[in-house]
T-cell receptor, first 109, second 114 residues
Framework: RKEVEQDPGPFNVPEGATVAFNCTYS??????FFWYRQDCRKEPKLLMS???SGNEDGRFTAQLNRASQYISLLIRDSKLSDSATYLC??????????FGAGTQVVVTP | GAGVSQSPSNKVTEKGKDVELRCDPI?????LYWYRQSLGQGLEFLIY????????KSGLPSDRFSAERTGGSVSTLTIQRTQQEDSAVYLC????????????FGPGTRLTVT
């Protein structure tokens, strides 16, 4: 079983709509969680950290569910520029960050 | 401030040749990572450095791959006797500390082996 699993998508989202997707992780002791975005043929960029209480950054909301071992990302009022692959990142037992394979989001006009 | 930089941005080489890829991490970051990404695929971890030492080389695909880091800063990834399957984007990232800290990526080196 992979340490971090994501639905590859694509999630096709009309502009202005809300989209949400999850990422599951296998290590119950994980402490650090992040969302990165990766545009086509570009490097991954940190989008936001995910805190236990959940956190929001503008149109983006991240949640952590420790009991079910998943994190989620919600994007409100989607923009065309939100089209990207979103990578879920979780630390393993040795503190090493494990990257998921990504969820593709396509925002359409 | 300055981010992670990598050079060259693109490299085309003939099968069998050796290549060197360079990474300059963010100043003050003690941990440095190398990944590679084939087209449409996820990140494949290669190696990481804590200071100048490489505690985890588990991701290096073969003994043709090696990496070093000097002065706790610049790192070089060397691929000897390149093969066509080595073609990929090689990404370098750095973080302030090793455990649990967010990583910042460079723009990558796109390697094409012909």
């Amino acid at each position: 079983r992979k340490e971090v699993e994501q639905d590859p998508g694509p999630f096709n989202v009309p502009e202005g709509a809300t989209v949400a997707f999850n990422c599951t992780y296998s290590n119950s002791a994980s402490q650090s969680f992040f969302w990165y975005r990766q545009d086509c043929r570009k490097e991954p960029k940190l989008l936001m950290s995910v805190y236990s209480s959940g956190n929001e950054d503008g149109r983006f909301t991240a949640q952590l569910n420790r009991a079910s071992q998943y994190i989620s990302l919600l994007i409100r009022d989607s923009k065309l520029s939100d089209s990207a692959t979103y990578l879920c990142v979780v630390n393993d037992s040795w503190g090493k960050l494990q990257f998921g394979a990504g969820t593709q989001v396509v925002v359409t006009p | 401030g300055a981010g992670v930089s990598q050079s060259p941005s693109n490299k085309v080489t003939e099968k069998g040749k050796d290549v060197e890829l360079r990474c300059d991490p963010i100043s003050g970051h003690t941990a440095l990572y190398w990944y590679r990404q084939s087209l449409g695929q996820g990140l494949e971890f290669l190696i990481y450095f804590q200071g100048n030492s490489a505690p985890d080389k588990s991701g290096l695909p073969s003994d043709r791959f090696s990496a070093e880091r000097t002065g706790g800063s610049v790192s070089t990834l060397t691929i000897q006797r390149t093969q066509q399957e080595d073609s990929a984007v090689y990404l370098c990232a750095s973080s302030l500390l090793y455990q649990n800290h967010e990583q910042y990526f460079g723009p990558g080196t796109r390697l094409t082996v012909t």
